[in-house]
């Protein structure tokens, strides 16, 4: 089965721009994640929908950050406009439920400049 | 507060060896406890799972054990290889209520390099 797809795999961007990352997650699974990676760190949660529907957005700077996933399945990631902390890779999870009991499957990310 | 623990510094072991990371964590209750593996510049690849009411679990090379009363998972590579070098990361997946959506936390990782 195809996996977990992202996509830029790289973005430099000037702080104060805007960017947007898109994630198609495995076909079928409900459950979508997106993740922050700062280097040396483990991933932290950002926002996990069901479906097309938000379960937990509370780690998400909402003033800044926005995501959405309209009808189920793809998802795109917005930060608008980027600080220079903003400097991540930014992750993309699914899973078939809404638990882990098969393990999450991962994108390879988009690595985020800002400079 | 709530903290999960991976040893920060590099663990560096001969080829052949066993390789052994430790994962402990502070005011969480687990449903399950993962491990994955992460290489430089991909996303972390899922390899083990271990439930709370589990005590070892195993997949070829690689065992977990999971200790509940000292908040512990040690992770196990048997007869390793430069192969496996790469950074571990141990994963809480909590439960956010009683039937409810899952949440999975990660430990900042412990980087493994196998030298031949």
């Not at chain 1, 409900?30 to 700062?38: D, F, G």
């Not at chain 1, 406009?81 to 638990?99: N, R």
């Not at chain 2, 969480?28 to 589990?54: C, H, K, M, T």
Request: with cysteine; aromatic share 10%; hydrophobic share 35%.
């Amino acid at each position: 089965e195809a996996g977990v797809a992202q996509s830029p795999r790289y973005k430099i961007i000037e702080k104060r721009q805007s960017v947007a990352f898109w994630c198609n997650p495995i076909s079928g699974h409900a459950t979508l994640y997106w993740y922050q990676q700062i280097l040396g760190q483990g991933p932290k949660l950002l926002i996990q929908f069901q479906n097309n529907g938000v379960v937990d957005d509370s780690q998400l700077p909402k003033d800044r950050f926005s995501a959405e996933r309209l009808k189920g399945v793809d998802s795109t990631l917005k930060i608008q406009p980027a600080k220079l902390e903003d400097s991540a890779v930014y992750l993309c999870a699914s899973t078939p439920g809404m638990e882990g009991s098969y393990g999450y499957t991962f994108g390879s990310g988009t690595r985020l400049t800002v400079v | 507060s709530q903290k999960i623990e991976q040893n920060s510094e590099a663990l560096n072991i001969q080829e052949g060896k066993t390789a052994t990371l430790t994962c402990n964590y502070t005011n969480y209750s687990p449903a399950y406890l993962q491990w994955y593996r992460q290489d430089p510049g991909r996303g972390p690849v899922f390899l083990l799972l271990i439930r709370e009411n589990e005590k070892e679990k195993r997949k070829e090379r690689l065992k977990v054990t999971f200790d509940t009363t000292l908040k512990q998972s040690l992770f196990h590579i048997t007869a390793s290889q430069p192969a496996d070098s790469a950074t571990y990361l141990c994963a809480l997946d909590i439960e956010r209520f009683s039937g409810g959506y899952n949440k999975l936390i990660f430990g900042a990782g412990t980087r493994l390099a196998v030298h031949p």
